[in-house]
């Protein structure tokens, strides 16, 4: 039984750029969340995605979006990249929106 | 607005010994679940076990326990018998009412001693 598996593990990108990363739910499960881990910090909730809709979003700005397609996976796109957006990219699903989260292992994203 | 404060950056706990992580939460919603998640230095997040605000009894789960002040709005976790593969950071969290959201604590960083 597959568990949430995340790609790629490690990105370096430049200030201004744009980057995707994906995301695959564990099996069984219907919803998807990201979360953005600052080095020392706890996660922070970007967006959720049910239904391949956003439904709930956290206080993240326009340049963060989010795509979730029929077989649930989901991606995170973040344009005009920020030397601050580097962080941990966790993606997270769960069964309708209930239940703990699991975790994927997470992209490391670097801008230079 | 949710908010949950762990108050301890680090802790250290000899092996074999038990140890308590402190989880203290503010919300206004009835009804919420609380979590808490090991985070070991690969960065994966382990769930390790759940409350429901509406339990009567505290969680368990193995060497886990969560213990339950409703009244005080906390939330502590319990590790009984530590082993060195308990080194992690530890993450309490609250689910809203809806679901959709977590809210994450800044984390303590255990470490077990040999």
């Known amino acids: 039984d597959a568990g949430v598996t995340q790609s790629p593990t490690h990105l370096i990108k430049t200030r201004g750029q744009q980057v995707t990363l994906r995301c695959s739910p564990k099996s069984g499960h219907d919803t998807v969340s990201w979360y953005q881990q600052a080095l020392g910090q706890g996660p922070q909730f970007i967006f959720q995605y049910y239904e391949e809709e956003e439904r709930q979003r956290g206080n993240f700005p326009d340049r963060f979006s989010g795509h979730q397609f029929p077989n649930y996976s989901s991606e995170l796109n973040v344009n005009a990249l920020l030397l601050g957006d580097s962080a941990l990219y966790l993606c997270?699903?769960?069964?309708?929106?209930?239940?703990?989260?699991?975790f994927g292992n997470g992209t490391r994203l670097t801008v230079t | 607005a949710q908010k949950i404060t762990q108050t301890q950056p680090g802790m250290f706990v000899q092996e074999k010994e038990a140890v308590t992580l402190d989880c203290t939460y503010d919300?206004?919603?009835?009804?919420?679940?609380l979590f808490w998640y090991k985070q070991p230095s690969s960065g994966e997040m382990i769930f390790l076990i759940y409350q429901g605000s509406y339990d009567q009894q505290n969680a368990t789960e193995g060497r886990y326990s969560l213990n339950f002040q409703k009244a005080r709005k906390s939330a502590n976790l319990v590790i009984s018998a530590s082993q060195l593969g308990d080194s992690a950071m530890y993450f309490c969290?609250?689910?809203?009412?809806?679901?959709?959201?977590?809210?994450f604590g800044p984390g303590t960083r255990l470490s077990v001693l040999p």
């Open positions: 997270a699903s769960s069964s309708s929106g209930v239940s703990p989260l699991h």
């Open positions: 969290a609250m689910r809203d009412n809806y679901g959709q959201n977590f809210v």
């Open positions: 919300t206004s919603d009835p009804s919420y679940g």
